[in-house]
């Protein structure tokens, strides 16, 4: 379906006990002002200006991965190689990648959401984009 769509939509793909585990991760990171407010970067003729996303904070796993002690799943997320192997192993003509990136997202309501999202135009290695929703209350008119 993947390789057909382009997409694909698994429900319940991490057992409970993993999505509370993440879950309480990123309620540490948010506590703790481990989290910063999301930007899209927008280039034009050469110049990158940032154009804040009000009430979307975010944390990239590579500088919290240095210290897993209050992040240790999340952490293994990111330093665990198998997602990016597999993609090798029956994608990589598709979708080549050679490394992978976790960003850990808080959306805050008030607007703060992605209704549709767009990657780069894979230039800079970003070619999947994987949605954990991990609201208690999630139904599917959130998004």
């Known amino acids: 379906e993947l390789i057909q769509k382009q997409f694909v939509v698994i429900d319940d793909v991490l057992p409970?006990?993993?999505v509370h585990t993440i879950r309480d991760e990123v309620k540490w990171l948010s506590d703790h002002d481990?989290?910063?407010?999301?930007?899209t970067h927008l280039v034009t003729k050469?110049?990158?200006?940032?154009?804040?996303?009000?009430?979307?904070?975010?944390c990239e796993m590579a500088l919290e991965a240095r210290d897993p002690t209050h992040?240790?799943?999340?952490?293994?997320?990111?330093?665990?190689?198998?997602?990016?192997q597999s993609v090798h192993t029956h994608c990589n003509d598709l979708f080549p990648v050679d490394r992978q990136m976790i960003k850990v997202q808080k959306n805050l309501g008030s607007g703060g959401c992605f209704p549709f999202h767009f990657d780069t135009n894979g230039k800079?290695?970003?070619?999947?984009?994987?949605?954990?929703?991990l609201n208690e209350s999630?139904?599917?008119?959130?998004?």
């Open 124 to 133: 800079d290695g970003r070619v999947f984009t994987a949605i954990l929703y």
């Open 71 to 84: 992040v240790p799943y999340l952490s293994s997320m990111f330093t665990d190689t198998s997602l990016l």
């Open 46 to 58: 050469g110049e990158t200006k940032l154009l804040p996303k009000q009430s979307i904070m975010e």
């Open 16 to 18: 409970t006990d993993d």
């Open 138 to 143: 999630w139904q599917r008119e959130n998004g």
């Open 34 to 39: 481990r989290m910063s407010l999301n930007h």
